[in-house]
């Protein structure tokens, strides 16, 4: 096989990798800052997937305004549901032990699914790509899908946008000093609670969006959100749990990853992650990015 | 405030609750033939559970209607399998013994299949099967108190082995789902296509995680030999995702694809299937044309507002060949049932088919086309210019059968 076909290869996989970091780097944000492993993450994107469906049946045609719209509407509904979670449950927990907070985020996920099973049934869904996405790029000579370069290019500019966020304003220095030094920062009459509110909606804002993509990208159905959570806890394993960089780097990794040794490995690819993730927990069991616990 | 939001846990767990205990059964009035229909109702059965049922309620109102059978008015009972072996067999075992069902309905899963095929063999009541469709039930997993009105995964694999060797295709590649029904699939195709074609060459197996919906890393892989046709054993909504996924690789360009389009698939995938890929369907309503299934789809057009999926004419089948074996017996006793199935001729809304004695397979054949839009259904693509295969063609033969029937004992 040819050069071009295994660049071909790294290059779908990169895009891959991109989608993967979108969800999984809210899932690590607020484990850094709310010090809670949220499992349902995973549900939270598969609702931000449902709701994509039923706003784009309401909306006729298949064109980039309307996709642009689903982007624009979903991540802020999604993240205003993450409100009423982080205020209604999460806030109780903060003080608990792991495995209460893991009880209280499980349980969510039983009944985030159900409560999704109950309002679009268990049919699968699917979602149009605006037309403009639908096509594909020549890329030598083999054809890569408009839409994976589409999610290749949304990919950094969440990536930058998050590290402007927090390394260039004053919320993110806020976000960053909760992560830190939260009784510091709490003496210094900054509200800690309503941080962790703020950063909860944003690993909700972000699991939205990575829902919405992935609705346009493949069928939605209530299998995706247990799927989407176990590979993101691979991501955060690998690249440290609170570390956005490392949500970036673990997610490439994992993309590149599966997508590339399905040449070599075949089916056999799919033990890729989880070969990492044992090799990082080995050498670095506090991830690439992360730092050991407190 | 904590106890307020006990009480809304509370509440949302009762709903939840409430939902899954709905179809719990009503007491057994004593002059019914209670139908057990081990059903797989949850996770990514629910599309084929909806149809299934919406087909059972409708023959059974029908019948009801009617006079019953044999003067006994029939009824169902659910119980949901979850798509889980373990969980099918106990809720058999349950339809059975506390809710006394005299006859089981199949669920939609192969693996539940076979559980729920055991437990039907140990108390001896008669299960038919509509929807899965493994082999091996009628073969190696043969008991006589079963009997099958889908074509099965031999009979797929063989078909589609068939139907792209007439055509001029050399190069062929297969995709499909890492499990039972994926690889009994690809079994029968690839033993099939080296009968046929001696010169065709399977370049390609590409095996997928089942449920995967993401194929960016498998599709690059399968193209790499550029394969001039593609088999894959994809279903519903994985198919549907596959699809959409394949188009901007430049498969439909480069290749012919053959897969299950089924009724729900095709809505599913709706208009953004594309147009002239062959395929085939288990029991496509608008290309069989006899007065039954005329007046079956109409019916349940009325009832449902929907057209009736594959699962769901076939569903009504299986109950057409199983009250006519009880009027036949004159019995609801499983063995006099069982003997008058054996050979039992039967109007489906396919036709005219029989029950084949000695595996207890009903001839039903697979139908084959080429999607295309049609202006009868406005949202969704269909097959155009379907032509049965009769199961003649490729179902095992007689000794085949036994031959398998007798390695398992």
Request: aromatic content about 12%; charged content about 20%; proline content about 4%.
């Amino acid at each position: 096989m040819s050069a071009e076909y295994y660049l071909f290869m790294l290059i779908n996989g990169l895009s891959q990798g991109m989608l993967l970091f979108i969800v999984a780097s809210g899932l690590s944000l607020v484990f850094g800052v709310l010090r809670v492993i949220n499992f349902a993450h995973g549900s939270i994107y598969m609702i931000g997937a449902f709701v994509a469906y039923s706003l784009s049946t309401l909306l006729t045609g298949t064109s980039l305004a309307s996709f642009l719209l689903l982007l624009l509407v979903v991540p802020p509904a999604i993240a205003l549901l993450g409100f009423v979670l982080e205020v209604s449950l999460f806030r109780r927990v903060y003080r608990e032990e792991h495995l209460l907070q893991l009880l209280l985020t499980y349980a969510l996920v039983l009944i985030l699914d159900n409560v999704v099973r109950m309002i679009w049934g268990g049919d699968p869904r699917n979602v149009a790509r605006p037309e403009i996405l639908a096509g594909s790029v020549d890329l030598m000579g083999m054809a890569l899908p408009t839409y994976n370069v589409f999610i290749l290019l949304v990919g950094p500019v969440i990536a930058l946008g998050l590290w402007l966020l927090l390394y260039r304003t004053r919320a993110g220095n806020v976000i960053r000093a909760a992560v830190s030094y939260p009784d510091i920062l709490g003496a210094l009459g900054v509200n800690v609670s309503w941080v962790m509110t703020a950063t909860f909606m944003l690993g909700c804002w972000l699991a939205g969006l990575g829902g919405v993509l992935v609705a346009a990208l493949a069928n939605v159905d209530l299998s995706i959100g247990m799927e989407k959570i176990i590979e993101c806890f691979a991501v955060v394993v690998i690249g440290g749990l609170g570390s956005v960089g490392g949500a970036l780097l673990g997610s490439l990794i994992i993309g590149v990853g599966i997508t590339f040794f399905q040449l070599p490995f075949g089916r056999w690819a799919l033990v890729f992650p989880y070969f990492v993730m044992a090799l990082v927990l080995i050498i670095r069991p506090w991830g690439l990015f992360g730092r050991p616990e407190r | 405030m904590k106890r307020n939001n006990l009480a809304v846990l509370i509440v949302v767990f009762c709903l939840i609750l409430a939902g899954g205990m709905i179809n719990s059964g009503e007491v057994a009035a004593s002059e019914t033939i209670r139908l057990g229909f081990v059903a797989d109702i949850s996770g990514v059965g629910a599309t084929f559970y909806k149809g299934q049922k919406a087909a059972v309620d409708l023959f059974i109102e029908e019948a009801n209607a009617a006079g019953g059978v044999l003067g006994k008015k029939l009824e169902v009972i659910v119980r949901d399998a979850q798509l889980k072996p373990d969980i099918g067999a106990n809720m058999a075992r349950e339809l059975i013994l506390s809710e006394k069902c005299d006859f089981l309905i199949g669920p939609t899963s192969s693996a539940v299949a076979l559980a729920a095929t055991k437990v039907a063999q140990e108390f001896k009541k008669i299960i038919y099967f509509h929807t899965s469709n493994t082999e091996a039930l009628t073969t190696t997993d043969f008991q006589p108190y079963m009997f099958q009105v889908v074509p099965n995964t031999g009979e797929e694999g063989r078909g589609a082995a068939l139907f792209m060797s007439q055509r001029p295709y050399k190069r062929y590649a297969y995709i499909g789902p890492d499990y039972a029904y994926g690889h009994d699939q690809f079994k029968a195709f690839k033993g099939e296509l080296g009968k046929l074609k001696a010169d065709a060459e399977l370049q390609e197996i590409v095996w997928v995680k089942l449920g995967e919906t993401n194929f960016s890393p498998y599709i690059p892989i399968l193209m790499s030999k550029n394969p001039e046709a593609i088999f894959s054993s994809f279903w519903g909504g994985q198919l549907s995702s596959f699809v959409k996924q394949a188009k901007p690789y430049g498969v439909f360009n480069k290749a012919a694809l053959y897969s299950l389009f089924d009724l729900d698939m095709l809505r599913v995938t709706g208009m953004d299937m594309p147009e002239g890929l062959l395929g085939y369907s288990r029991c496509p309503f608008y290309a069989i044309d006899n007065p039954e299934m005329k007046a079956f789809v109409k019916k349940y057009y009325d009832k449902n507002k929907e057209w009736p999926a594959d699962w769901a004419a076939m569903a009504y089948d299986g109950l057409i060949a199983l009250t006519d074996a009880i009027k036949k017996a004159n019995s609801t006793d499983s063995d006099q049932v069982v003997k008058a199935l054996e050979g039992l001729k039967f109007k489906s809304l396919r036709g005219e088919r029989y029950i084949r004695p000695e595996d207890h397979m009903a001839n039903v054949g697979i139908y084959v086309g080429v999607t295309a839009k049609n202006p009868d259904f406005k949202d969704f693509l269909v097959l155009k210019d379907v032509v049965e295969v009769p199961a003649e063609k490729i179902l095992l033969s007689v000794e085949e059968v036994k031959k398998l029937q007798a390695e398992k004992k």
